[in-house]
């Protein structure tokens, strides 16, 4: 089968497509035939190995452990091991597996559902990874009430765009952040109101929220509690700079150590892919109170040009391979 793979750590000119074998299944595995596959950040974080951190995490010291890249995935079940009963051969899934950027991948039936009725594979990869990321910053760990006031910063990226989308569901007002070309995007998501950082600080206005999930960047602890009301909530998610080492998860864990401190609740997210959160997203589509934003397609060959452009955190959503036709 075709995948995209890497033998060292790099830049994206690292991925080449290949013939390689097909996937190994155990007898709790789900073998899928890749439809698409979507692009979240961090795939260039594994491709670069950076920061340095996760390498000594267990993703490979000198090289990566897993060749193929890719985590999010749509596609059909083609084979199911001997004690897989979730699923079966036909099934149209998505969710997230190790390897994505392949014809095919397999994966364990708790990172699979079945896929929404109302939306197609490109839509569906784009979901598991960001629109979870979003889910849990906003429901688990922001707290997320009705009435309160939301701040989404990057609320035009891959993860923003659901989090704009999901806090409107769950009741909040909502202004999103984002740059001038996403502005008209954030508002048809939903937002109450929009803010160009381009043109406007985040805290021109003195508005203070109750719940800022921050998406992108590398604004400091101090100037993100300028716009939290006395008891407001900060939720990190991601984000860049921090050098090699520990790149953007330095706000994440300066958050964590300054909370007890102060008023406020400040958290950094690690989101993790649960089959009853990807089937509550599900049901949000399947509904119309949520839609992925795709930005643009690639094929597979083409994946280091996708990786390139979505880290170049120009996207107005997300950016989804597309693998097969189903023929």
Known sequence: MKAMVQDTYGSADVLRLDDVDLPEMGLEDVLVRVRAAGVDAGVWHL???????????????????????????AGVVEAVGAQVTQLRPGDAVFGTCDGSFAEYATARPSSLTRMPTTIDFVHAAAVPVSGVTALQGLRDAGKVEP????????????????????????????????????VDLVRSLGADDVIDYSSE?????????????????????????KVLT?????????????????????????????????????????ATVRPDDLSLLAGLIESGQITPVID??????????????QHEGHACGKVVLTVSDGR
Not at 296 to 309: C, G, Q
């Open 47 to 73: 491709m670069a190995g950076q920061p340095y951190l996760a390498r000594a995490m267990g993703f490979g010291l000198r090289a990566p452990k897993v060749r193929t890249r890719g985590m999010e995935v």
């Open 201 to 225: 600080a985040i805290t021109a206005k003195g508005r203070r929220y109750d719940l800022v999930l921050d998406t992108a960047g590398n604004r400091p602890l101090s100037l993100l509690r």
């Open 296 to 309: 643009r397609t690639y094929p597979l060959d083409r994946a280091a040009d996708a990786v390139r452009y």
């Open 230 to 270: 006395p008891e407001g909530t900060l939720v990190i998610v991601g984000g860049e700079g921090g050098g090699r080492w520990f790149g953007g998860l330095h706000r994440q864990l300066g958050a964590s150590l300054l909370s007890p401190f102060v008023g406020h609740t400040l958290r950094g997210l690690f």
């Open 147 to 182: 009435g309160q006031r939301v701040l989404v910063i990057g609320g035009g990226g891959g993860v923003g765009t659901f989090a704009v989308q999901l806090a409107k569901a769950f009741g909040a007002e909502v202004t999103g952040v984002c740059g001038t070309a996403k």
